[in-house]
């Protein structure tokens, strides 16, 4: 499939740099605001925004189907509603007016000074109305990992992984935009198994280093989504970091999963890639062995090859890149979540956000949370200031960063950076 504005050799009239997460190919979708305005929808263009509501304003986006206020919006719900060939056409059109060939914009410096907003004045806000938000587990490094912790390395996976896309459902309303801190949580903790529980601040706090997607309006209750309609469903992604309280989790999980070791806060990063900007990244998967149902059987190459890196910054210090990791050691990919979500005739929305879960590489370098990088803590990390870590300390920052790369093409996400304050 050709998408124009992902034409490698065009280049824009606004500069960026060649380390830019945002090159015209990219064109991420976000929401943000500057002192005294509302918040509107905006594009991503090296380190400027161009801003959508503004644009819409003075007649550069007509005949699109769009309306003012689907940019002069808190969130990309109202615009994503139009669902992929519209976005992409809007995508398209965005790409054409920064094109370093079309005077068209650049030209006229009074509409300029009006779109263009630098990224250091704007306060980048949470991008969706997250209607609901499903955690899968789905990157079998990470799954063999806690099965070698807490059961059985002969048998670190249960009978079920290799068949469905193991998945739970989570708290939307708790997820928050990067550079939003978090308190330490509380809660009950069985720290001894000869004694009762006992209630106080999370001891080991941890992230988990995952990518979120976001769907367009999907199909009605009862019908369902194959693996071969799912890319016409998904808009774009993000960077998520899956906050977790381990000690809370461990007494509470049982029998049916997570719960506050989890619902107090999720962090996303703010500008949403399209998936459209991504098509030139896409890699084969691993050989699904064995073999899957005939539903979760799909057609091309529906894995990303997504650089990713977890970096810990203590409180005026200096941060350590403590795992390097990538998006494509995932087992299950999106197309397959997305089948196996609807199979049954779930509905999927317009600002669902399905996130993949923790991404563990092969080696000890590229896994996704501290749980495993510390091997349940037997194994601490040194700091630069000396200091240990074997799970998350207060005043702590996690940063996430990824990017796809190819032929000199760098397709990037931003960060997501989460500040771990103590407990209330
Ligand atoms: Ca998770």
């Known amino acids: 499939m050709t998408i ?13 740099n060649q380390e830019s997460d945002f090159p015209i190919q990219n064109l991420p979708f976000g929401v943000f605001s500057i002192k005294n305005s509302s918040a509107r929808i905006g594009v991503a263009i090296g380190n400027e925004i161009l801003d959508l509501k503004e644009l819409f304003e003075l007649g550069y986006l007509a005949d699109l189907g769009f309306q003012l206020s ?51 004045d704007a306060i980048m806000q949470l991008p969706v109305k997250i209607g609901d938000y499903t955690d899968f587990y789905s990157s079998e490094q990470h799954a063999y990992n806690v099965g070698c912790m807490f059961r059985d390395p002969n048998n670190a996976l249960l009978p079920n992984w290799k068949h469905i896309p193991v998945g739970y459902h989570g708290r939307s309303s708790s997820i928050i935009i990067s550079d939003t801190p978090v308190h330490r949580p509380k809660g009950q903790q069985k720290p001894d198994d000869n004694s009762p529980p006992v209630f106080g601040p999370c001891k080991l706090f941890d992230f988990e280093l995952e990518m979120g997607f976001i769907t367009y ?10 693996t071969n309609e799912a890319d016409h469903y998904i808009f774009g992604m993000c960077l998520f970091n899956d906050l977790s309280a ?11 999963g997570p719960f506050l070791a989890k619902n107090f806060a999720s962090s996303m990063s703010a500008w949403i890639v399209t998936l459209d900007a991504l098509e030139p990244f896409r890699i084969p998967g691993p050989v699904q062995e064995p073999k899957v149902l005939p539903y979760l059987n799909y057609e091309g190459n529906k894995h990303l090859d997504i650089k990713l890196e977890v970096s810990l910054m203590p409180e005026n210090g200096q941060a350590k890149i403590i795992s390097n990791s990538n998006y494509k050691y995932m087992y299950w990919n999106m197309n397959q979540q997305l089948a196996h979500h609807s199979v049954n005739g779930c509905n999927i929305n317009c600002g669902d956000l399905l ?10 370098g590229s896994y996704g949370s501290m749980l495993e990088i510390s091997w ?7 700091m630069p200031d000396g200091s240990q870590r074997k799970f998350i300390n207060d005043n ?18 931003g960060k997501v950076a989460t500040k771990i304050l103590p407990s209330k």
């Open 217 to 226: 309006q999907g199909k009605e209750l009862g019908e369902n989504i194959t």
């Open 70 to 120: 689907d940019f002069d919006n808190c969130y990309l719900n109202d615009m994503m509603i139009h669902g992929k060939l519209a976005t992409r056409k809007l995508r398209n059109r965005i790409s054409d007016l920064l094109n370093s060939e079309s005077a068209e914009l650049k030209n006229n410096i009074k509409d300029v000074n009006r779109v263009i907003v630098s990224q250091k």
């Open 376 to 382: 349940k803590g037997t194994k601490p990390v040194d």
């Open 4 to 16: 124009k504005a992902n034409n490698p050799e065009i280049s824009s009239w606004i500069n960026v």
């Open 396 to 413: 702590d920052t996690i940063i996430m960063k990824g990017y796809s790369e190819k032929n000199g093409l760098r397709i990037g996400f």
């Open 355 to 364: 996130a993949s879960g923790t991404i563990s590489g092969p080696d000890e």
């Open 246 to 256: 381990r000690d809370i989790q461990k007494w509470e999980y049982v029998p049916l």
